[in-house]
């Protein structure tokens, strides 16, 4: 169990670490925009157990790898890249979808759509070059030397995911705000779905050409 003082310094660095828009954020506002507060939330709890895998990953010395190679990095980073830039050409292509589930009755397609928004989320979240550097850099830093390292990596991480999970959902709340005020009108709907899709496409971008950043 890693010791108070450094766990309350591992809190508050995870908690600005959060905070400073990201791809995860970022993604998650453009998810809510798109295709709504409920599969948004269930894409949070995607990304959430994608940085599980990443933590996995860590504790297994993947971390570490891709910290120090310039190679790995590049590849996980243009894999996110490209599967959220597709999300938003995705978005744009079907922009009326939005519309068209507003005005229709979905209980059978709500079960799947969780279902998809949770892969989308953990696609997303394991591909998340920033966090898994992050993870690396970080998280060995608050191990407690005296106990077994592998157990401390998983907390800390599940801990981080946690936070993660509450903060990306009160943004979910905040964005969805948003589209229910364009939904008033459902034609709204579409350019709300474009500009949802440009922005992961201008996201997909970043992660293509960023190097270091946050959550």
């Known amino acids: 169990m890693p ?11 995870s908690i600005l ?3 400073v828009p990201g791809p995860s954020l970022l993604f998650t506002i453009g998810r809510a925009l798109t295709v709504g507060r409920a599969d948004a939330l269930w894409s949070v ?9 990443q933590v996995l990953g860590v504790t297994l010395g993947l971390g570490a790898l891709v910290a120090a190679s310039a190679a790995a990095f590049t590849v996980l980073k243009l894999v996110g890249a490209v599967y ?19 005005l229709a009755s979905d209980v059978e397609q709500g079960r799947t759509s969780a279902a998809a928004s949770v892969r989308t989320g953990l ?19 608050f191990v ?3 106990a077994p390292a592998a157990p401390q990596l998983l907390l800390l991480g599940g801990v981080f995911s946690v936070m993660a999970v509450a903060s990306d959902s009160v943004w979910v709340l905040v964005a969805s705000r948003a589209r229910d005020w364009f939904a008033r009108k459902p034609e709204r709907l579409d350019r709300m779905g474009a500009a949802g899709g440009v922005m992961m496409i201008g996201l ?10 946050s959550h």
């Open 45 to 53: 709890v995607g990304n959430a157990l994608g940085l599980v895998v």
């Open 204 to 213: 997909g971008a970043t992660l293509a050409t960023t190097g270091s950043g």
């Open 123 to 141: 696609v997303v979240g394991a591909t998340n070059p920033k966090t898994i550097v992050f993870f690396a850099a970080f998280l060995p830093q």
């Open 144 to 146: 407690n030397e005296s």
């Open 17 to 19: 670490f959060i905070q």
């Open 84 to 102: 959220v830039a597709w999300l938003g050409i995705q978005a744009i292509r079907h922009r009326g979808d939005a519309r068209a589930a507003l």
């Open 3 to 13: 010791e108070l003082a450094p766990l309350t310094t591992f809190l508050v660095a």
